[in-house]
């Protein structure tokens, strides 16, 4: 990947043997980079930033992969499969293309999909203090868990307005990048059409308050 990439790793960690009160952890591999933004005034934070703004996703359209995933391990309460195989390629295509729209301004919005897949990333992007919520189609027709929180790699989420929207276009075009829009920002509520219906005020209540009722505080 580095090689791939040209990107260097400066640090990191791997601890295979972690224990506390007789009880171990999985082993955690940990990879320190650092990057630059030039100039930082470009660089965008996870949320929504207004009504009415197209939300999209830049590569496939569609999730699959759930070995080891974090929809596996809480929901299911298992570790097992191994993470989706990278395309090194795909990957640089899609961040190639999102570094394009950051910095040309065509974007107000960028958020992986990791840990959690789609379902994840508009959760994060609505709970924002000053974010709106979002109306969107659950793009392909395969398992609906996969759709929802398929952790496959080369898949950034982005949203921007509508005067934008021939430019974004244009440029995933130009790149190879598959571009489908998902719907719209706005309203007080995450609305995934056909599978959930959710207010904010539930959302953040429960990404506030979550770290403490994880440990029993």
Known sequence: ?????STPVI????SLYNETDG????PTPTIGMVGLIEPAELALGGGFKGDGHTIALLGAAEGTHLGGSAYLALEKGLVTGRPPKPD???EKKVQGAVRHLVRSQAI????DLSDGGLALALAECSTGEDSPGCTVTLPGSGRLDQRLFGEDGARILVAYTADKAAEVRSHAEAAGVALT???KTGGNKLCIEG???VDLTTMRTAWNNGFEEGVGL
Do not use: M, P
């Open 181 to 183: 829009e998902l719907g």
């Open 1 to 5: 990947a580095c090689r791939a990439f």
């Open 23 to 26: 009880k171990a952890i999985n």
């Open 88 to 90: 090194f390629e795909a």
């Open 195 to 197: 599978v959930l219906d």
């Open 11 to 14: 640090s990191g960690n791997v």
């Open 108 to 111: 107000t919005t960028a958020h």
